[in-house]
């Protein structure tokens, strides 16, 4: 009697076990889309992407495609700049960017992540071909451009004035052996 509950007890401890683990489990791969870029995706975060890529073809770098672990975090820096743009001065910040790294290397096994934001308001015909034009101006946002990477994500937010906020995450990922190992570490 006492082999059975003690076998029951096992199971059930390696049941709740698995319970436990199973939705942590579930975050750690998040898939790149298919292709480099979606030329169907007239959003205007595919129209930046499209944007970047065309840009990184012209300077001899392959295209990005877009990582959608990437997309939701980048998405969720620009909502936060939208919600926070009185407080924040200039309404741009990468606060939280290392959250986001480690967020791209915990969960999507990331080597090296970088980051670009932008904003632009008034009557601009075509927010991507502006948004994207600050970043190649700028020394840092264009080395992020032109960068070795394996896949991005670009999320934007639009403020009731219309004001856009974009930002674009960069990422390589980790091909080290040990990736696994190291993930499985933080349990």
């Given at each position: 009697m006492k082999t059975n509950l003690f076998t029951l007890a096992a199971a059930a401890s390696a049941a709740l076990l698995s319970i436990s683990c199973g939705p942590r489990l579930e975050l750690t791969?998040?898939?790149?889309?298919?292709?480099?870029?979606?030329?169907?995706?007239?959003?205007?975060?595919?129209?930046l992407h499209a944007q970047v890529n065309s840009h990184r073809g012209s300077i001899g770098k392959s295209a990005l495609p877009r990582h959608a672990g990437l997309d939701r975090l980048a998405r969720q820096h620009s909502e936060f700049m939208v919600r926070n743009r009185d407080k924040i001065k200039g309404g741009l910040t990468h606060y939280g960017f290392e959250e986001r790294a480690m967020a791209a290397q915990r969960l999507m096994s990331m080597s090296n992540v970088a980051e670009n934001?932008?904003?632009?308001?008034?009557?601009?015909?075509?927010?991507?071909?502006?948004?994207?034009?600050?970043?190649?101006?700028?020394s840092g946002h264009a080395k992020n451009m032109k960068g070795q990477w394996d896949a991005t994500g670009i999320g934007v937010a639009v403020a009731a004035d219309g004001t856009v906020f974009a930002t674009q995450i960069f990422a390589s990922k980790n091909h080290s052996h040990m990736a696994m190992t190291d993930r499985m570490r933080q349990f």
């Open positions: 791969e998040v898939p790149m889309s298919a292709g480099a870029s979606n030329p169907g995706d007239s959003s205007l975060a595919g129209k934001i932008a904003t632009c308001s008034g009557g601009f015909s075509s927010p991507a071909s502006t948004l994207v034009n600050a970043w190649k101006n700028s």
